[in-house]
């Protein structure tokens, strides 16, 4: 499963911790967010988080539902989770987060690290106001 919009204009990674307070109180897992949000863990098993949005946040709990999966295909739910239009809710459930953006076009600098890492008033004056 990948992030997806409407022109993928820019496509990259994300990486993140989990909470202090959720990671201390239900464990640095995915299933974490299971308990957390108190999923039914016996029939529902998280693979994955889906975050969508700007102004208005967004979170899918991505799931494998096991009342509904075969030997033939594991059936994978996408759980909307009603967040109540909390602003902070990315910094409860995660004590840090990470997003890296590249050009959709772009195949040759996602591969690469970068050389140095500056503060760009280093490299540009201040206007005055």
Known sequence: MKADVQYNDFVGTAA??????????????????????????????????????TENHYISLLC???????????????????????????SFLFKRLHLVLHSRFDDKYPSLDYDEEANFDDYHEKEEE
């Open 64 to 90: 494998i539902d096991k009342k509904k999966t075969t030997d033939e295909k594991e059936h994978i739910t996408s759980l909307s989770v009603d967040i109540k239009d909390d602003k902070e809710f990315l």
């Open 16 to 53: 993140a911790d989990i909470s202090d307070f959720l990671g201390t109180k239900y464990g640095n897992s995915l299933e974490s967010f299971g308990k957390y949000f108190k999923l039914d863990l016996n029939r529902f098993e998280v693979i994955g988080l889906s975050i969508y949005g």
